[in-house]
């Protein structure tokens, strides 16, 4: 399984990004599909997950705000991220990790969201 993530870049306070996670190697719907990030002196933590039978769960810090969604067909599950604010800067991940599995085995690399005035 490999993933590639992009769509990160600068963006203004309120701006909006979408970053994709390309999936390949496997089956998508065998995966659940998670974003994560990493802010600079920060520990990573999670912001979305994207399941094939399950709805999908956000951190707190960004309900309301961003949106994750699956598309089958292109292999490829999306972070919306809207209003976004200072606090959202970070490097951005996407991991997978399958239906029977413990733990997010596949990562892809980092895209980097920056937002500032």
Known sequence: VQLQAS????????????????FSGGTLDFYHIGWFRQA???????VAVSSR????TYA???KGRFTISRDTA??????????LKLEDTA????AAKGVL???YNYWGQGTQVTVSS
Do not use: A, F, I, W
């Open 40 to 46: 600079p002196e920060k520990e990573r933590e999670g």
């Open 7 to 22: 769509g990160g870049g600068l963006v203004q306070p309120g701006g909006s990004l979408r970053l994709s996670c390309t």
């Open 91 to 94: 490097v951005y991940y996407c």
């Open 74 to 83: 292109k292999n490829t599950v999306y972070l919306q991220m809207n209003s």
């Open 60 to 62: 707190q810090s960004v």
């Open 53 to 56: 039978h399950d709805p999908p």
């Open 101 to 103: 599995s413990t733990g």
